[in-house]
């Protein structure tokens, strides 16, 4: 599932090719959305929230899509050649000049744009909210630390808890923390969690050149995840990689042992 920060950098991509003109072609691909034509709106604004997007248009209504584990968003110039199977497109936004075509798209529908907020109200603060405060931190670490005995890797990327954290940044805070991603919640500051999360997310937000290190040669760009044949970065060490979490949630996690200590 694609994080917080590649989300928002999808959302602005599409924002700076959609916004301000009128659609030449919107073709909705899903079943319950097949009749609709989006050709003469214009696109006013993009959100994201989260790991979900919303296309807003002239007519007070917005396009809720999620990305989940396989979806995107190709944006190149109007007329461009597809870069994915005509059968896995899901939505055709495009204009005089850039088209969006969108890939494998997942939870679409068409609603009225006030009520978006209604879409997200599961969701903890959204760590790349341009407008966060110090309550979304209190509300965020609050809600890590309402349960103490919980897996501090699992809490993580709880959406509920705060939202944008997937994978990778998981692993990546686990080892800045100096914990293991199964060490209890209870072992960590939460609002230090929180607050790093909210770091490493923002400086990634514009760039699609992930790093957590500060680092920008290839290899080097972060410290444990898919870190296994490199190394710790810090320590030298062996990076271990081992599953967590049970059923669809179950994910790969890496972490240096040496670094990162069960306690």
């Known amino acids: 599932m694609p994080e917080g920060d590649t989300v928002f950098l999808t959302g602005r991509r599409l924002a700076q090719a959609l916004v301000g003109q009128a659609l030449k072609r919107g073709e909705l691909r899903h079943p319950r959305l097949s009749t609709i034509d989006l050709a003469g709106r214009t696109v006013i604004g993009v959100r994201t929230v989260g790991k979900h997007i919303f296309v807003r248009f002239d007519n007070g209504t917005s396009l809720h899509n999620h990305l989940r584990m396989d979806g995107s968003w190709h944006v190149d110039r109007a007329g461009s050649r597809w870069r994915a199977p005509a059968h896995q497109v899901r939505a055709v936004l495009a204009n005089a000049s850039a088209q ?15 009520k978006e ?9 959204d760590l790349l909210n341009p407008e966060w405060t110090d309550s979304d931190l209190a509300r965020a670490a609050q809600a890590l630390a309402a349960q103490p005995a ?10 509920t808890v705060m939202a944008g954290v997937g994978n990778v ?3 990546e805070v686990c080892f800045l923390l100096g914990v293991s991603p199964w060490a209890p919640v209870s072992s960590v500051d939460t609002a230090q969690a929180v607050t790093l999360s909210r770091d490493l997310l923002l400086r990634n937000a514009l760039r699609p050149d992930r790093s957590t290190t500060g680092q920008r040669d290839r290899g080097r760009r ?12 810090r320590c030298g060490g062996r990076i271990h990689v081992a599953d ?9 996690t890496y972490y240096c042992p040496t670094c990162q200590p069960r306690r």
Do not use: F
């Open 117 to 125: 907020s209604a879409r997200v109200a599961h969701l903890g603060p």
């Open 100 to 114: 969006a075509i969108g890939v494998r798209l997942h939870d679409m529908e068409l609603a009225s744009t006030d």
């Open 222 to 233: 972060l410290w444990v995840y898919e870190q296994t044949r490199r190394g710790c970065l």
């Open 150 to 159: 919980r897996e501090i890797g699992l809490a993580l990327m709880d959406q």
């Open 169 to 171: 940044y998981k692993a």
């Open 244 to 252: 967590q979490g049970s059923g669809l949630d179950i994910r790969k």
